[in-house]
């Protein structure tokens, strides 16, 4: 009786196998490895990193140039405001520096104007300040017909200084001291010219000036003289229209020193026509 066989049984065991994806590259070709698509990958980072920068720094620059050319539009030269404060300011020490008792005056204007235009971060500005006078002013008169009329008021000064203290009775003779002559050098409301040059910097969106005193004020024609009051005993010189009251008085006074003299010639005869 023949053997009865059994068949081999083979039992498999399921492996699992884990399947790697292939790296999604742009450009890949099917024939390439991992390792070629990682390289590919690679190259791509760095390129787009590249182009990254790039549009980063055309970015930065494009600001600055928009905000440099916004400051050049807004901001290309001072305000009004600013250059008006400025212009009150140096009017202010214009003001004090040029003002007197002496010499009264006020401020009538200021305005700054761009003289030059340096760079585009620096512009020189020059400020005019007229200033007014108040008070007319006056000088001692100096003229033909003022000379004898002043040689004839130190003479009786002199006189009466050389007189001894004993001689009070000669003193009580004297005439009156002889006033001095002024003249008229400037009418009130005369404005003067005051000029200061100024240098702006501009730091960021603001324009800023330096100290006045590093620019000197400068008056191209200064006033002379100084108010009636400060001179004690004067007459206001008038050629044309001749005071008589004063005339009668040199006349005294020109025949007093004659007399003291003893000399008819000492004097000259001259203010026999004009005060």
């Not at 300011?89 to 003002?99: I, K, N, P, Q, T």
């Not at 009329?149 to 000669?170: F, H, I, N, V």
């Not at 009251?245 to 026509?273: N, Q, S």
Request: proline share 8%; hydrophobic share 40%.
């Amino acid at each position: 009786m023949p053997l009865l066989s059994v068949p081999e049984i083979t039992v498999y065991k399921r492996i699992e196998v884990k399947v790697v994806p292939r790296p999604d590259v742009a450009g890949a070709k099917p024939w390439m490895t991992t390792h070629d698509l990682m390289l590919l990958k690679a190259a791509h980072d760095r390129r787009r990193f590249l182009r990254l920068a790039i549009a980063l720094v055309v970015g930065i620059v494009g600001l600055l140039g928009l905000v440099e050319v916004s400051r050049d539009v807004f901001a290309g030269v001072p305000t009004k405001a600013t250059l008006a404060a400025q212009a009150d300011h140096v009017a202010r020490l214009a003001l004090a520096e040029f003002s007197s008792p002496t010499m009264p005056l006020a401020i009538s204007s200021a305005s700054a104007t761009l003289k030059l235009k340096i760079d585009r971060s620096r512009q020189q500005y020059r400020v005019t300040v007229w200033l007014r006078l108040l008070q007319p002013l006056y000088l001692p008169a100096h003229s033909n017909g003022t000379l004898e009329y002043e040689q004839l008021r130190l003479g009786l000064e002199t006189t009466k200084a050389q007189t001894s203290p004993e001689d009070w009775r000669d003193k009580l003779n004297f005439p009156t001291d002889l006033p001095q002559l002024v003249q008229r050098s400037h009418f009130a409301g005369e404005k003067i010219q005051i000029t200061a040059t100024l240098e702006a910097t501009r730091s960021g969106w603001r324009w800023r000036f330096p100290a006045v005193s590093r620019y000197p004020l400068v008056c191209p024609s200064p006033f002379k003289g100084s108010v009636l009051s400060t001179y004690p005993n004067v007459v206001i010189y008038d050629e044309l229209r001749p005071d008589p009251v004063l005339r009668a008085h040199v006349d005294e006074v020109r025949l007093f020193l004659r007399r003291r003299a003893g000399a008819e010639r000492a004097v000259p005869k001259t203010w026999r026509d004009r005060p």
